[in-house]
């Protein structure tokens, strides 16, 4: 089945830089998701892709629906303490209506 | 987006035993999805919960193990059945109402077994 990639695994860094992170795939999709789950709870819905090329942003996130439709990043400028969390890509499987989702990306911010 | 109510919010359970979790949408939803994150790991899809016929379960999941009902568009129940330490997870539901604001979870009830 479809599978994405996704990295880095984990991230620590200091309150104020910037942060990036990206999934891969070796198969196409036609809609990328970010999501950021907080410690118990549920993943909530960042920033949502649906066109080859197409760069969104929501405050300091932006992210890009690469042109090849294999890959997909999700940048935070400014980083703050509540930026910590876990950080999931995510897209329509082969059949469309089910979501794969990346392996995660653990963000910590030392301020 | 939809509103999703589950729970319990978590609990700790015996082996053998059975827990079922419930999830309520705010609005009719013609699918439901049920998933399973283990700890430190992503999340896995347990099976799409359709109104009026029997829910369809991923690869290595089974409905003896996982049953699910459906009664109506706003409601669904997981049951975990004869449970097992290796069942301790986070059990999470989704809908798909559309649109920009997709796929709703709801806030997962976490899974302990002893």
């Known amino acids: 089945g479809q599978q994405l990639n996704q990295s880095p695994q984990s991230m620590f860094i200091q309150e104020g830089e910037d942060v990036s992170m990206n999934c891969t795939s070796s198969?196409?999709?036609?809609?990328w998701l970010w999501y950021k789950q907080d410690p118990g709870e549920g993943p909530v819905l960042l920033i949502a892709?649906?066109?080859?090329?197409e760069l969104t942003s929501n405050g300091r996130l932006t992210a890009q629906f690469g042109i090849t439709r294999k890959d997909s990043f999700l940048n935070i400028s400014a980083s703050i303490p509540s930026d910590v969390g876990i950080y999931f890509c995510a897209g329509p499987g082969e059949y469309g209506n089910k979501l794969v989702f990346g392996a995660g990306t653990i963000l910590r911010v030392k301020s | 987006s939809a509103v999703i109510s589950q729970k319990p919010s978590r609990d700790i359970c015996q082996r053998g035993t059975s827990l079922t979790i419930q999830c309520q949408v705010d609005s009719q939803v013609t699918m439901m999805f049920w998933y399973r994150q283990q700890p430190g790991q992503s999340l896995t899809l347990i099976a799409t919960a359709n109104q009026g016929s029997e829910a369809t379960y991923e690869s290595g999941f089974v409905i003896d193990k996982f049953p699910i009902s459906r009664p109506n568009l706003t409601f669904s129940t997981l049951t975990v059945s004869n449970m097992s330490p290796e069942d301790s997870s986070i059990y999470l539901c989704s809908v798909d109402t559309g649109g920009v604001n997709g796929y709703t979870f709801g806030s997962g009830t976490r899974l302990t077994v002893v």
């Open positions: 892709l649906y066109k080859a090329g």
């Open positions: 198969s196409i999709f036609n809609t």
